[in-house]
């Protein structure tokens, strides 16, 4: 069956069933793509750092990054989804927000502390428990329904050959 079954698969077809599927690719829970910095509450150059931290041009994220590694604080970008839950283990475990209320905000930084360190979490994209989990992250778990599904149809018409050529005998 499988030299019969076409792999290739188009992006417009991984998108197609993806539009069309309406709740196989549910949030269990939400999801955040966002930069967490910590740094001690009495860093010297707390100010200077916060305000790069907000700043949205891109030198001043360089010399935030220096910055923190020469001053070996913690610094995190999460370019790819991750858990909210995991972003809380980084956090005081008193924080309470959920981030969503931060999303696609001008207002998108939460801060916290608590008595040794101040927190900022630069929140880029969040999507809440219930939604459609992102194309990107299930793309290739599509691509291998497409092939089952197709890998099905060859079995099926397989059978269907056999039994029409018992029948005819």
């Known amino acids: 069956i499988n030299t019969h079954v076409d ?9 197609f069933f993806y539009n069309n599927s309406t ?15 910590r740094f001690p509450t009495d860093f010297r150059q707390g100010k200077k750092i916060v305000e790069l931290f907000k700043s949205k041009k891109e030198s001043d994220w360089l010399d935030l990054v220096d910055m923190a590694d020469k001053n070996n604080l913690m610094l995190e970008t999460f370019d790819s989804w991750i858990e909210v839950a995991y972003l809380k283990t ?37 999507i809440d428990a219930g939604n459609k989990r992102p194309l990107e992250q299930v793309r290739d778990i599509i691509r291998q329904m497409i092939i089952r599904q197709r890998a099905q149809n060859e079995l099926k018409f397989l059978e269907d050959s056999l039994m029409q050529s018992a029948m005819k005998e």
């Open 7 to 15: 792999t290739t698969i188009s992006d417009s077809q991984i998108e």
């Open 23 to 37: 709740t196989e690719f549910a949030l269990m829970s939400p999801i955040i793509k966002c930069r967490v910095l």
């Open 90 to 126: 980084l956090l005081p475990e008193d924080s309470k927000t959920t981030f969503g209320e931060y999303a696609g905000k001008k207002k998108n930084i939460y801060e916290t502390t608590d008595k040794r360190y101040r927190y900022l979490v630069r929140v880029d994209q969040f």
